[in-house]
């Protein structure tokens, strides 16, 4: 195949047979790879190429192995060009092959520029190929080699069908794909790696990869509903331990700590070990200088310290809306967003009241009444002290922040006590 670049491409069928198609700068002859691909089932096969699809699973995946031919490293930038071509054979597949044709011509048109430190995701077309809502995940594995070869680099491709919001569980398929990485070195050398695929322990973990990156949400809310306020409330920690014997179940509450953390989106994640925390008695900063444990039991989770807000209580709520039962993880993964956002909004009008109060000591009262009726107050003055803290410690934002928390520590958050 012809990349949009006019690069050369050479896409291997599951028969090893060259697929060689031409593609236009508009892309458009990736209609043609796929009835190239998809002629012989279509004219052979008595089964209308529609009742095809009837056998989908709502998620599938794909391993390439990726083979350049000749190719330039721009390291500074994480990005590969592709300088002559290059070829993509299967490794594993749960994808019918009509579709997996047509998903190997839909990537290799993409991979170049291909950023290596994150996935990509893409809708998959035209539509008389994929009828429902579609999206693929995919990113290059590279098991670079100590002698510095650069064959050993495997596309992992996880799809999900008729679903939209595969982009919000980006960061998990991350992370999962690099955990793949001792996987996929055990295949190698990479010419007998479609033989050891079938019965792996890779391709174990494959089949589940929806359950263990998009349904954990579900299993949590199932089994962990009265907790949820507290779990959202470690939203505003760094570096929350989970402990338990069960492992999936620790995996679980680990992963939804993780999809509900503020410190990358706030910036508080490289916060001071040293930092005096404003708190007034020791016996309280003895307790809040311990990690945040959570401990993970078959029926339950106990926190410590387990603390919560209203504001959490609500947003826990919404989780709930649907039920128990069956919870939708597309649905409760974005309504765990919207309760990031929510929380950014806060901070940002509560950091705009902070700045007022460095030259107006009036306006220090006017963020302890915003504190106090936004539901929410402990969470943004942990939020914002952390924040404060990590840029500079001697800032005029962090005295404000200080009064505040010597006035809450002494009457609360009661407007009338003010």
Same mark, same amino acid.
């Given at each position: 195949? $012809?990349?949009?670049?006019?690069?050369?491409?050479?896409?291997?069928?599951?028969?090893?047979?060259?697929?060689?198609?031409?593609?236009?700068?508009?892309? %458009?002859?990736?209609?043609?790879?796929?009835? @190239?691909?998809?002629?012989?089932?279509?004219?052979?096969?008595? =089964?209308?190429? =529609?009742?095809?699809?009837?056998?989908?699973?709502?998620?599938?995946?794909?391993?390439?192995?990726?083979?350049?031919?000749?190719?330039?490293?721009?390291?500074?930038?994480?990005?590969?060009?592709?300088?002559?071509?290059?070829?993509?054979?299967?490794?594993?597949?749960?994808?019918?092959?009509?579709?997996?044709?047509?998903?190997?011509?839909?990537?290799?048109?993409?991979?170049?520029?291909?950023?290596?430190?994150?996935? %990509?995701?893409?809708?998959?077309?035209?539509?008389?190929?994929?009828?429902?809502?579609?999206?693929?995940?995919?990113?290059?594995?590279?098991? *670079?080699?100590?002698?510095?070869?650069?064959?050993?680099?495997?596309?992992?491709?996880?799809?999900?069908?008729?679903?939209?919001?595969?982009?919000?569980?980006?960061?998990?398929?991350?992370?999962?794909?690099? *955990?793949?990485?001792?996987?996929?070195?055990?295949?190698?050398?990479?010419?007998?790696?479609?033989?050891?695929?079938?019965?792996?322990?890779?391709?174990?973990?494959?089949?589940?990869?929806?359950?263990?990156?998009?349904?954990?949400?579900?299993?949590?809310?199932?089994?962990?509903?009265?907790?949820?306020?507290?779990?959202?409330?470690?939203?505003?920690?760094?570096?929350?331990?989970?402990?338990?014997?069960?492992?999936?179940?620790?995996?679980?509450?680990? @992963?939804?700590?993780?999809?509900?953390?503020?410190?990358?989106?706030?910036?508080?994640?490289?916060?001071?070990?040293?930092?005096?925390?404003?708190?007034?008695?020791?016996?309280?900063?003895?307790?809040?200088?311990?990690?945040?444990?959570?401990?993970?039991?078959?029926?339950?989770?106990?926190?410590?310290?387990?603390?919560?807000?209203?504001?959490?209580?609500?947003?826990?709520?919404?989780?709930?809306?649907?039920?128990?039962?069956?919870?939708?993880?597309?649905?409760?993964? *974005?309504?765990?967003?919207?309760?990031?956002?929510?929380? &950014? *909004?806060? $901070?940002?009008?509560?950091?705009?009241?902070?700045?007022?109060?460095?030259?107006?000591?009036?306006?220090?009262?006017?963020?302890?009444?915003?504190?106090?009726?936004?539901?929410?107050?402990?969470?943004?003055?942990?939020?914002?002290?952390?924040?404060?803290?990590?840029?500079?410690?001697?800032?005029?934002?962090?005295?404000?922040?200080?009064?505040?928390? $010597?006035?809450?520590?002494? &009457?609360?958050?009661?407007?009338?006590?003010?």
């Amino acid at each position: 195949i $012809m990349h949009r670049y006019h690069q050369p491409v050479e896409l291997m069928s599951s028969v090893d047979e060259p697929l060689l198609v031409e593609l236009s700068d508009d892309g %458009q002859s990736i209609n043609s790879a796929f009835e @190239q691909a998809t002629s012989t089932v279509s004219k052979d096969s008595p =089964v209308p190429p =529609v009742q095809l699809l009837s056998s989908w699973k709502p998620y599938e995946y794909a391993v390439y192995h990726y083979s350049p031919n000749q190719e330039s490293v721009d390291k500074q930038n994480n990005i590969v060009t592709v300088g002559v071509g290059f070829s993509l054979s299967v490794i594993g597949s749960s994808v019918a092959p009509d579709r997996e044709h047509f998903l190997r011509a839909c990537i290799g048109s993409r991979l170049s520029p291909l950023y290596l430190d994150s996935g %990509q995701i893409i809708a998959l077309e035209p539509p008389e190929a994929f009828p429902s809502p579609s999206l693929c995940y995919y990113t290059l594995v590279d098991l *670079q080699s100590e002698e510095g070869s650069n064959v050993n680099k495997f596309i992992l491709c996880f799809l999900v069908i008729g679903k939209q919001g595969l982009e919000l569980f980006r960061s998990e398929l991350d992370s999962f794909s690099m *955990q793949l990485k001792p996987l996929l070195k055990q295949l190698l050398p990479y010419e007998t790696a479609e033989v050891k695929f079938p019965g792996s322990e890779l391709q174990l973990q494959l089949n589940e990869w929806f359950t263990i990156n998009v349904e954990y949400l579900a299993r949590v809310v199932q089994a962990y509903h009265m907790r949820l306020p507290s779990l959202l409330h470690t939203s505003v920690n760094v570096g929350v331990e989970v402990v338990g014997e069960n492992s999936q179940k620790v995996r679980d509450i680990k @992963q939804f700590v993780d999809s509900c953390s503020l410190a990358s989106v706030l910036h508080f994640d490289k916060v001071k070990k040293d930092v005096d925390l404003l708190l007034l008695d020791d016996s309280t900063q003895e307790n809040k200088d311990k990690p945040l444990t959570i401990c993970v039991s078959d029926g339950d989770c106990s926190l410590n310290p387990d603390l919560t807000s209203q504001f959490c209580s609500n947003w826990a709520q919404v989780l709930l809306s649907q039920g128990t039962a069956s919870p939708d993880a597309f649905f409760l993964r *974005q309504a765990i967003e919207n309760y990031k956002l929510k929380i &950014v *909004q806060d $901070m940002n009008a509560f950091r705009r009241l902070v700045r007022q109060a460095e030259t107006n000591y009036h306006a220090i009262y006017r963020c302890y009444l915003f504190l106090s009726t936004c539901g929410n107050g402990r969470l943004l003055l942990d939020c914002a002290t952390k924040e404060a803290e990590t840029v500079d410690l001697n800032s005029e934002a962090l005295a404000v922040l200080r009064a505040l928390q $010597m006035h809450i520590d002494k &009457v609360g958050f009661n407007s009338s006590k003010a």
